[in-house]
């Protein structure tokens, strides 16, 4: 069979049509259910302030361990965008399908794992140089072989879901001139799909998740959510301890999925402390956050979708990458790149959204607990322990901050308590 020529100006039309209205749907729905003011607008504003909550001892520590991580992860990204870059603008890709043989999916499959292969391969030193910091820093309890597990594993995940979606355009492309409209559906269903079956699928392939044991913690919690009105029927302790000393919890799924799950490592603070992070969570669970994330990503990713079929229907990329047709396998690399490119530019703007939700379920924690020192005491405790950036630079806050920093957190805490008349911490 040969590939049916798609970038009919019609079909390129109907795309660029496409991604405008829905591109416009999305940023309507993230402008209006972006909790943008977490506390009233009475609320008295507290500038955040390191030197305030954290000693000159701890806030070095903070600053050497990101000296330390930065740059391979820096390094990590960069390969990342140049990779990317590479099989967007260079024939490269289309001349590894060239010298495949097989039928066309094989030959597009086998393009997805050459080169995956290639730049993991690059990668893997920039990993273990970050591991030996991690290590060093007392962050990571992991031996080399139970990390190589893992990253394997991780791959592994990645460079499936990957090619799902790399064969998906493919054949698409290959059957219907206008793919871009099963392409926009079926990534907003696989999105939807996705984080709805994540905890039961794919958490369970990195740790084990055990119902919290009985007794007065655990009495606490699920006292706590019922005066709240979510309904929880348990809280999930995951094996954290065997990889690292972080702290943290967390809310995944939604519906007959949806959990709340604490790190082993989390249940050594104190009790108190414990349920004002369940109290962040349960702030997750009342405000569905996760299924408010999920379509939102399902409504970006059918965006994605055309703006797929725009670039590589687009003549100046398909001389450049020597493209036939996106129905070829020659047009794997090129997509592979597309795909790699749009995850990391919209990185910024997940976590752009993803700071403002943090900061309602925060100010949920503080109006279930009323507790703003103990708010304050655990937020110092996940800071210390996680040895988390106290203040990142610009670039640094755009690309990895998904939470705000602990100095704006506390200082939230802090207006929060102004603003309540309790005694500030
Ligand atoms: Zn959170």
């Known amino acids: 069979m040969t590939p049916t020529v798609t970038d009919t100006p ?118 273990m140089w970050a591991e030996t910091h991690l290590r060093g820093f007392g962050l990571s309890t992991q031996t080399w072989p139970a990390w190589t597990a893992d990253r394997v594993k991780n791959i592994a995940v990645r460079t499936g879901l990957l090619s799902l979606m790399v064969l998906a355009v493919t054949a698409l492309a290959r059957r219907y001139r206008r793919w871009w409209i099963p392409a926009a559906a079926g990534a907003f269903t696989l999105t939807v799909a996705l984080s709805f079956a994540y905890p039961v699928v794919i958490e369970p392939i990195f740790n084990d998740f055990t119902p919290m044991p009985a007794g007065p913690l655990r009495d606490d919690l699920l006292a706590m959510a019922a005066r709240d009105g979510v309904p929880v029927g348990n809280v999930l302790v995951a094996d954290a301890s065997r990889r690292t000393t972080a702290l943290n919890a967390y809310v995944s799924g939604f519906g007959a999925t949806r959990r709340i799950v604490v790190y082993d490592t989390l249940l050594r603070a104190p009790a108190d402390q414990v349920e004002l992070v369940v109290a962040h969570e349960l702030g997750h669970a ?10 939102v990503g399902g409504l970006a990713a059918a965006c994605g979708a055309c703006l797929l079929h725009l670039v590589v229907s687009a003549g100046p990329v398909r001389r450049r990458t020597a493209t036939v047709s996106p129905g070829d396998p020659g047009a794997a690399g090129l997509v592979m790149g597309v795909l790699a490119l749009a995850a990391v530019l919209s990185g910024p703007a997940q976590n752009l959204v993803g700071r403002h ?45 998904s939470h705000p920093t602990a100095p704006q957190r506390i200082a939230m805490a802090r207006s929060w308590a102004l603003l309540n008349g309790v005694r500030e911490p």
């Open 10 to 127: 019609r079909g390129a039309r109907g795309a660029g049509w496409a991604l405008v209205v829905l591109g416009a749907v999305t940023l309507a729905v993230v402008a209006l259910a972006t909790p943008w003011r977490a506390l009233p607008g009475g609320a008295p504003p507290v500038a955040p302030d390191p030197a305030r909550d954290f000693t000159p001892a701890q806030i070095a520590r903070a600053e050497s361990f990101d000296a330390a991580v930065a740059l391979p992860s820096f390094l990590s990204l960069g390969l990342t965008l140049v990779a990317a870059g590479v099989l967007v603008a260079t024939p490269a890709g289309a001349r590894l399908a060239g010298r495949l043989r097989g039928p066309w999916w094989l030959r597009a499959l086998l393009c997805v794992l050459v080169l995956t292969a290639a730049v993991e391969l690059l990668r893997w030193p920039l990993g």
């Open 286 to 295: 009342k405000a569905a956050d996760v299924l408010y994330g999920t379509l």
């Open 357 to 401: 939700v943090e900061a309602r379920a925060d100010a949920h924690a503080l109006d279930l607990t009323r507790d703003p020192g103990t708010f304050a005491a655990m937020q110092r405790r996940l800071a210390v322990t996680n040895i988390s950036d106290l203040s990142p630079n610009l670039i640094e806050y755009l690309i990895y901050a």
